[in-house]
């Protein structure tokens, strides 16, 4: 099994940052990558950035330029980095752990933080 713990939600007006963390225990051997997912009133979560243990990343496309997703191996702690914050990125975050098989397969989450409340208002 692995734990994951998240911090570092807030309420920010429109243009400003946040960074989220979230640190991983447990079966850390188990997993090879982790990921943001967010989900907002009425939508469907959706896979923000994700990240694996040997710094291959990718990101949805309306946080690009904006977002940056990174991690420290030795922590097991990875960190999501928003600026240039919008009124749309408004949503409860999720981190995630779980593998990226290849470069070019997709990320699949087996673990999940309880979630932390980002809110961009004026």
């Known amino acids: 099994q692995v734990q994951l713990v998240e911090s570092g939600g807030g309420l920010v007006q429109p243009g400003g940052s946040l960074r989220l963390s979230c640190a991983a225990s447990g079966s850390i051997a188990s997993i090879n990558a982790m990921g943001w997912y967010r989900q907002a009133p009425g939508k469907q979560r959706e896979l923000v950035a994700s990240i694996t243990y040997g710094g291959i990343t990718n990101y949805v496309d309306s946080v690009k330029g904006r977002f940056t997703i990174s991690r420290d191996n030795a922590k097991n702690t990875v960190y999501l980095q928003m600026n240039s914050l919008k009124l749309e990125d408004t949503a409860v975050y999720y981190c995630?752990?779980?593998?990226?098989?290849?470069?070019?397969?997709?990320?699949?989450?087996?673990?999940w933080g309880q979630g932390t409340q980002v809110t961009v208002s004026s």
């Open positions: 995630s752990a779980g593998v990226k098989v290849s470069r070019n397969s997709n990320y699949y989450p087996n673990y």
